[in-house]
């Protein structure tokens, strides 16, 4: 989980950073930022959604590498999902559709096309969303 907001336990907090936290009792990142860059926005908005329908994930590559310091530019962020039954992959599109995201392989609000994505790639899939502006 990533959190963004400053309510925070700080006895039980490590630093890892200037402006970031770890709280390893609840498994949360704190991100003390006085404000958020666009992918900062991306990983809040999509993490929330995978939250919210109890699918566990981990953000990896380059975002990560910004994060904890490193002077580098990324235009996107970088998920890892656990494995998704179709149904769920499913309800995943349609509440990432909701929130305005995009799915750059197929249509994100049509059932046949996310069932044909599901069944001939889901093992090596490889998602794009993206949010339109």
Request: proline share 2%.
């Amino acid at each position: 989980m990533i959190n963004f907001k400053r309510e925070k336990e700080e006895k039980e907090n490590i630093r890892i950073t200037n402006s970031l936290e770890f709280n390893p009792f609840t498994k949360t990142i704190y991100f003390n930022k006085p404000v958020l860059s666009p992918e900062d926005e991306l990983a809040l908005k999509f993490s929330s959604v995978l939250e919210k329908l109890g699918i566990r994930y981990v953000i990896v590559a380059g975002y990560i590498a910004v994060l904890f310091g490193r002077n580098r530019r990324t235009d996107d962020v970088d998920f890892i999902v656990e494995e998704l039954s179709e149904e769920k992959f499913i309800e995943l599109c349609r509440e990432l559709g909701d929130m305005e995201f995009e799915l750059m392989q197929g249509n994100i609000r049509d059932s046949k096309s996310l069932r044909y994505i599901y069944n001939r790639d889901f093992l090596t899939l490889y998602l794009s969303f993206v949010i339109v502006y």
